[in-house]
Each structure stands twice: as C-alpha cells, then as structure tokens.
C-alpha cells in the first residue's frame, strides 16, 4: 500500500473487472502521437510477410471477404481509462496467419503513419487478436484507427495498433514505437506492465 | 530520440507538496518536493497515486508544468466537476502533505533543448501545461530558438499562466504568444470569439518553418489542428500530439 493522502477517500467501486490503477470511462478517448493519417480503402493493402519473406497481401474487398467475428471485449488504455463491453466487428489472426509458413516466435505490426508495436506471435493466435473494422455497428472512424486497426483488448491498447498496414512475422523480437520510449515491453494490464521494468 | 530519459525500472517516489498556487477558478499549480527526482525532458508527465487510509487507491497521469529541475516538480491540475482525483487536488492538497508519483514518462512528445530549430505549439485549454514545461526549459537552457504559441481557451479567465506568458514575451527574445479565445474575448480584441482556425496558423511552407510543431489539447482540438496544419503545409512527420480525454478524472 502507497502511503495514504490525508482526506482522499476516493470512489469505491465493487467492480472486479478492472485491471489496478485503471478507472472507468464511459466515452472513447483518442491517444495518438501525431496526425490523423487518411487511408480510403480503395488503396489500403494488408501485407503479412513472414520471417522468410514471403508475402501475402489483401486488399479491402479480399479482406473483408475472410470470415469475421463479432466481438465484445474489455479494452484497457495505458493512460489508465478501462472501458467496458466495447463491440468490434474484424477478422482474426487466425484467419489472416492460417496459411502462412512460419516457425517465427514474434509479430511487429507496422501502420499507415509509421507507428509500429511489437507483440509476442503467440499472443494474437487462438482467438486473442483481430482486424478490427467496425466499432459498435459503425465502420471504424479515422480518429479510433479506421479503416482497420488491430484489436488485441488483453494487452494495454497502444498494442492495438491504429491504421494497421501489415505485420512482419519475427524470429527476433524488435521493440515498436512506444515500447522504444519507455513502455513496457509486453503490456499486461492485469499486471500493470505499463512501463520498462514494470 | 529522448528514450534514454527512462532507464529502467519507475519507482514510487514519495514526494512533499512544498506550495500550492491557484492559477485560475479551476486550477492550481502543485510544486512537490522529490528528493530522488532527477529531472525530466519538457513534455514529459508523471503518474501520481493517491491512497485512502483503508488502502484504496486511484491512480492517474498529469503533464508536468515546471523546467527540468532536480529534487522538484510542479504540476498544473484543473479541477473536472465530477473527476476522482482532480477535485481533492485542487481542494483538499495542502502544503505539507505527502505526494506519491512516479516517472517522468514519455519520450515522444518532448522538446529537444539542444534543438536550434524553430518550435510552433498549439494548446487547447489545460493543454498548455506540457507545452508550458517547454517555454519554461527555453529560458532555462539559455535557448534561443524561436518559439511560437498559440493559445486556444475559452475566455481570458479560463488562461493558465497568462501574467508569466505577458512577461516572458515583453523579454521580446523569441517568443510570440497568440490568443484564439473560443467563448469570450477581451474588450476591443480584433477577432470575434471562435475555435482556432486556418488563418491562424503559420504556413508550413514558410521560408522557415517550424521545426517541431507540438499540439496538446482535449481530443476534437488536436483532432481539428493536425488537420488544419496539414492544410497549412507543414509536414505530417513534424507534428507530434498529445490528447486529453474530457474523462482525465
């Protein structure tokens, strides 16, 4: 326990969904280091490319031909916003990865706008990650990373790159963007790996 | 790249409100004893825990105010009405009492004070305060590099540090400070009140362009001005953000 601040009680919640240090909000914060990029997806391309260099690339009506999920997540923002119950419509990466030929052990997703995350390549299989393109029945705005971000809600959202362009599948791990500026590697909000050594 | 500013691990500090000063009807600068701190980059923030004596505690992230300074930090809090954390700071927090952060955080959106290049920032409301941090550490490295703010808030008493900014550009050393008031303007102000708009801003293709150019503001603001500087001409890559959710607690 912190050392206490005389008068601060604070407001209790019985909520156990929330990981520490976070607290609720009910509207959707936008966190992003610089501009709003604008892709239309008539140019937007998905390139995976695996640790041996082949690629496999989709445009957006391949994409958005692949089987997609509804999905109601938890998301969890470094900044230490929660939001709760949040509905996504995308594609997983399981679907995206089926074919693909790899013994690689790590991903780094890379966007439109240059910002880049890295994750473990474990970490967006069986169900944990997905293409995301809708956001509670809408086609995903530009600000929240649309046309198409990656969702990955059990890490803390700068993980869930906006704009996503394309991962690399990795036999080595290369730290991202906010991973080389003093955040934490992995990203765990159970865990509260918000920064280096956390 | 300023990474290096964060090695290691981000310990707990456990630090001493040494003043607190109002800055308007809504906010308050906290000046904290640290004695481990070591400094920051101007641009950086700190995350502060408050702990209630059955052992609850509330966490959440402010921009730090001050030049980089060691064993000392200052803060600018604004008070959000029905916030967790902002109300006992700017109520309740009095000199004296203890003060748990850690940091500082962030190496992106910091101003290189080695950098000679000319610096454009655009501040919405209490996104000032970061911005604030840099136009202190100018002075404080001795830097000449041009500065210019533009100030976009709600009405003349809704402005953080509005005397200092006066002083510091009557030193006329580099440092242009413009007004955009959103709601209420002072008698006699040229422009009738309004959001920020293109004829505000610089031109990107300048015969000396910025730089850097540094937005920070509530998220529909940066939103707004990014796109606004992009109009103007000034490089995608050369514009670093910051955005405070209407939720900031």
Redesign the interface.
Same mark, same amino acid.
């Given at each position: 326990? =912190?050392? +206490?601040? *005389? =008068?601060?009680?604070? !407001? !209790?919640r019985g909520d156990q969904k929330l990981p520490p240090?976070q607290?609720l +909000? #009910? %509207?959707f *914060? +936008? &966190?992003?280091? =610089? *501009? #709003?990029?604008r892709v239309d997806t008539g140019s937007w391309r998905f390139r995976l490319k695996t640790e041996t260099g082949q690629v496999r690339e989709w445009n957006w009506a391949e994409f958005r031909a692949l089987p997609d999920d509804d999905i109601t997540v938890d998301i969890h923002c470094v #900044?230490?916003?929660s939001k709760l119950t949040t509905h996504w419509r995308g594609v997983s990466l399981d679907v995206l990865l089926a074919e693909a030929d790899t013994s690689a052990q790590f991903v780094l997703a890379h966007s439109y =706008?240059?910002y880049t995350t890295n994750l473990p390549l474990a970490d967006v299989r069986d169900g944990q990650a997905w293409i995301a393109f809708e956001y509670e029945g809408q086609p995903l705005t530009a600000?929240h990373g649309g046309p198409a971000r990656l969702l990955v809600p059990h890490l803390y959202f700068w993980k869930s790159a906006k704009w996503v362009q394309g991962i690399d599948l990795r036999d080595k791990d290369q730290p991202g963007?906010?991973e080389? &500026?003093?955040y934490n590697n992995y990203g765990d909000p159970w865990r509260e790996q918000?920064?280096?050594? %956390? | 790249m300023a990474g290096a500013a964060v090695l290691g691990r981000l310990s707990w500090q456990d630090g001493t409100v040494r003043d607190i000063r109002k800055e308007t009807e809504a906010a308050v600068s906290i000046a904290i004893d640290l004695p481990n701190w070591a400094g920051h980059l101007p641009g950086q923030h700190v995350d502060i825990r408050l702990t209630a004596d059955d052992g609850y505690s509330a966490e959440r992230s402010y921009s730090i105010a001050s030049a980089p300074e060691p064993g000392r930090v200052e803060l600018t809090v604004q008070r959000l009405e029905d916030g967790e954390v902002s109300p006992y700071l700017t109520g309740t927090l009095r000199p004296g009492y203890p003060f748990e952060l850690r940091g500082p955080i962030g190496g992106w959106f910091v101003w290189e004070q080695a950098s000679p290049g000319p610096v454009l920032l655009v501040a919405g409301g209490s996104g000032i305060v970061p911005l604030m941090s840099m136009i202190r550490s100018r002075e404080a490295a001795g830097s000449h590099a041009p500065f210019q703010l533009l100030y976009s808030v709600r009405s003349p008493a809704d402005a953080l540090y509005a005397a200092e900014l006066a002083e510091r550009q009557r030193r006329a050393d580099g440092l242009r400070i413009d007004y955009v008031y959103t709601r209420t303007a002072p008698a006699g102000w040229p422009r009738p009140p309004g959001r920020l708009g293109a004829a505000e801003l610089p031109r990107g293709d300048a015969t000396s362009p910025p730089s850097a150019v540094f937005v920070c503001g509530p998220t529909g603001f940066v939103e707004a001005a990014a796109n606004l500087l992009i109009q103007a001409g000034h490089r995608p890559a050369a514009i670093k953000t910051e955005r405070f959710g209407p939720s900031g607690g």
């Open positions: 326990m =912190g050392i +206490v601040s *005389p =008068g601060f009680h604070g !407001r !209790r240090g607290y +909000v #009910t %509207d *914060p +936008v &966190l992003s280091a =610089g *501009p #709003t990029p #900044t230490k916003w =706008g240059g600000e963007f906010w080389s &500026l003093g918000r920064y280096w050594g %956390d | -």
